[in-house]
């Protein structure tokens, strides 16, 4: 995966973001993407940017401004498109949902996929995945420290996780992992391997939903499969692996940089754990606090379908725009002291991490029970669970996809 960083304009504290500067911004600390995006937020809320594509794209930097984009459907989530700004360099284009502009198209498949994704139905993976993150944990303990979090854990849990709950052979999770990791890359170097990618899983997931027919378990591709709306309107062949793609693909770098991200933020407030060790009833509190702490540098794309003014910037028709959360986090016009990591706030369930509006994520429950799982797991095996290098050394990629923290160094 590429850094874009040695292009970038350095982002110091109390420096204006000018018009068409580059981004992701190159940064030594998260601190300072924190001043930096407090200053735009203040002067320059709307900012214009370069993408490393070199096509312009603004910054979406306020809370408001952020709820208010993702709630308009003039701004769309098609990004596929010829005139959206490319967030890939390779000639493959965006990773989108193409169908995203067809609304009735959409609510209908987030209808059916409800059915399958709702917290009900969701909790009853509950027991087999905490069983998993057990074994991981255990895994993980058997190993020498220090290790890197994301790769030892966070990244395995979720591939394992979804595997199960989609009703995926143990056989095929190491093919699944290697497509995921594929089709995360977004340099244009990557391209022949994220099509392959690609092919592959569509392929897969085919070839998953035609045995599933044959042979019904008691997992979410069976569920998909046989869910109808009120005129018996089913998923289509097409629309069903389409699915199958978006579910493993939402699912799995997202979780694990969640994971991963949570538990360094954790780490690096010792005394927000131990109250979390203290009394595990925080642990939903706590799982929405860190959700908007953590940072997902990762903007949200939008395409304008239309002029549309955003906090006093006329956005033009054709315009990309990426509604950045990591700022919309540390806006204290909705959350008082944003930069205290606080897991007894009680208004913290208000971050976009999931998105907001029509779009919002379908995996969020599936997500939460991961996240409970796997901090409980960690929680039960460690118990003195700590960073293994200072928390400045923790590396960090600012890209337009799959950004985070590069390794998570821990011991125990
Ligand atoms: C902590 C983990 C996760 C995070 C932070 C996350 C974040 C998001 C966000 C921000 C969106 C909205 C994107 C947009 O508005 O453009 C989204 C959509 C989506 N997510 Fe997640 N997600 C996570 C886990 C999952 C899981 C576990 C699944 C599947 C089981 C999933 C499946 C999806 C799908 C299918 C969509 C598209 C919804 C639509 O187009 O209507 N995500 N996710």
Known sequence: MEEHGNAAMRLAPGRMVKDSCPFPFAVNHLNDLSDGYGDMRANNPVPRVVLPSGDPAYLITRYADAQAVLADRRFSANISRPEAARLRE????????????????????????????????????????????????????????????LEAYATRLPVEAICVFLGIPPLDRAKIRRCVDALG???????????EAGREMWEYGASLIAYKR?????????????????????????????????????????TAQQIGQGVFTLLCNPDQLAALRA???????????????????????????????????????????????????????????????????????????????????????????QLRCAFTALMDRFPALELAVPESEVGWSYRLMGSGATAIPVTW
């Open 279 to 369: 009394d595990r009833d925080l642990l939903p509190g706590a799982i929405e606090e860190l959700l908007r702490v953590t940072p997902i540098y990762t903007g949200l794309p939008r395409f304008a379908t239309e002029d549309i003014e955003v906090g006093g910037v006329l956005i033009p028709r054709n315009a990309t725009v990426l509604v950045v959360r990591q700022s919309a986090h540390q806006d204290d016009t909705w959350i008082e002291a944003p930069e205290v990591c606080d897991i007894k706030r009680t208004n913290a369930n208000r971050h976009l991490a999931f998105g907001y509006g029509h779009s919002f994520c379908i995996g969020a429950a599936f997500a939460r029970l």
């Open 214 to 254: 044959d042979e019904p378990g008691d997992d979410l591709v069976t569920s998909l499969i046989a869910a109808h709306d009120e005129e018996d309107g089913k998923l289509s062949e097409e629309e069903l692996v389409l699915s199958f793609m978006a579910l493993i693909v939402g699912n799995n770098i997202s």
């Open 90 to 149: 390779g000639p493959d284009g965006n990773l989108s949902n193409p169908f995203s502009d067809d609304r009735a198209w959409h609510i209908r498949w987030r209808r059916l996929m409800a059915l399958g994704l709702n917290p009900r139905v969701v909790e009853r993976a509950h027991g087999p995945i905490q069983e998993i993150a057990h074994e991981l944990a255990a895994e993980m303990a058997a190993m020498t420290p220090p290790v890197d979090l």
């Open 185 to 195: 890359t977004s340099s244009a170097a990557d391209f022949e391997e994220r099509a």
